[in-house]
């Protein structure tokens, strides 16, 4: 079954807890004031036990924005900005609240009390910092540049005296150009790293030469390993960013798509992240399956065994479900001979943290103990959890379909988005944690860049070690065999 979300998030990164403050409850803050009431409905926001669960997408647009007497709270800043993508682009949002913006200001100019206009700017450009802090790539868009120097215009003008107003806005800006052109810089270095090149394998009966090198000339200690794996993980996830993730809800809604999918930025860190585990999967395959030696392959098994037990230990439960992946695959789960020489109780215990009944049960129970000991930690080594990401995108997938975007009066089901929010914000403080393990460049080289074999190339190879057992597998060989004399 699904964990039910926390009711609390946990403590968060600099970054993060900066956003979502002290409290995730998606409460009204104490001393922050507030728009409208905090129960039962209010115009066309709906609350219950003081908690926002519905309303239109003009009144949750309107409670974003802040008065004299009211700030939102930043769990809905957060929650709201994350998920108002799938019903508005947020060039459009940001015009949206410009124009609220501009109506306030109008009437407090009407009003002639300098000191409440001077206040109203000052608590817009607090909303705008937070937002491009948290979603600094909305302004990639040259439509939402645009609207923001607009407003950041508007607030400035009755700010002449002392200018506090235009230095937070410069530093504001500032920030967001550093950040625009570091994910700028990263994407073009994504684009020029090249994938694992793929090996066409063994042609038949050709033994590869003894000086060949594999992992285990590289590397022979499990817990190394599994600490540049960890290395490795971390480095990815954290390109990962909270609008990103909000894209596989995006593009499942079928409703709204019409509304957003033009906007949509191509999410290269989610499909990186998602080729690395089906890299690592192979890879794994390969090491196994081009040992020629039965003796030298149980101990390649064996070893794959060790580095997933000690990335379960560590809180790498992405690699190690790739590592387990990648040794069931059926070129290397069909060396019988060669299974039966390795211990397989650790094996067992890792197959069962990963059984996928009940909703992977067994893995959700690691992982909440993970989350806790994460939460308490002391140190960076005891904060590391890294979940099997397909199953989070999964999870992310499973709240989106079981609840509507609107309800039935036309509401947004803020309620639904508030669970989603929680998820991918328990998501992005994982991806803060600073890795505590040396990086070793010549392990993490081999892992990025040595030769994989495709599904072919790997069947192959596992034939040549154990020669087909059944009908079924030889005509697969049989098959394969053909296959490549035409080709020679």
Known sequence: MFLEPQETMP????????ILGPSCSGQVQPGMGERGGGAGSSGDL?????????GSLEALMEHLVPTVDYYPDRTYIFTFLLSSRVFIPPHDLLARVGQICLEQRQQLEAGSDKARLKSFSAKIVQLLKEWTEAFPYDFQDEKAMAELKAITHRVTQCD?????????????????????????????LREKLRSPAMDKGPILKAKPPAAQKDILGVCCDPLV???????????RVSSIHPEDLMQIVSHMDSRDKHRCRGDLIKTYSLEAYDNWFNCLSMLVATEVC?????????????????????????GNFNSMMAIISGMNLSPVARLKKTWSKVKTAKFDVLEHHMDP?????????????????????????????????????????????????HLPNGHINFKKFWDI???????????????????????????????????????????????????MEKDSWKTLRTTLLNRA
Request: aromatic share 10%; glycine share 2%; hydrophobic share 40%.
């Open 11 to 18: 403590q968060t990164s600099v970054v993060f807890s900066s």
């Open 46 to 54: 709906v609350f219950q036990d003081g908690r926002l669960i519905s």
């Open 160 to 188: 002449e005296e002392n200018g506090t107003v235009k230095k937070a806005i410069a530093q504001m800006t500032q920030s967001l150009l550093l950040s625009l052109a570091a994910r700028s810089q990263l994407q073009e």
């Open 225 to 235: 390993l599994a600490q540049q794996l960890t290395h490795i993980e971390l480095e």
């Open 290 to 314: 081009r040992v020629v030696k039965k003796k030298h392959r149980t101990r390649m098994l064996e070893f794959f065994i060790d580095v997933a037990r000690e990335c379960f230990n560590i």
């Open 357 to 405: 009944s009940s909703n992977f049960c067994n893995y959700r129970t690691a992982l909440q103990g993970a989350t806790q000991r994460s939460q308490m930690a002391n140190s960076s080594r005891e904060k590391i959890v890294i979940p099997v990401f397909n199953l989070f995108v999964k999870d992310i997938y499973f709240l989106h379909k079981i609840h509507t975007n």
């Open 421 to 471: 929010s929680r998820q991918i914000h328990e998501f992005m403080t994982w991806t803060q944690v600073e890795c505590p393990f040396e990086k070793d460049k010549k392990i993490q080289s081999y892992l990025l860049t040595a030769p994989i074999y495709s599904e072919e190339a790997l069947f192959i190879a596992s034939f040549e070690s154990e020669g087909p057992e059944n009908h």
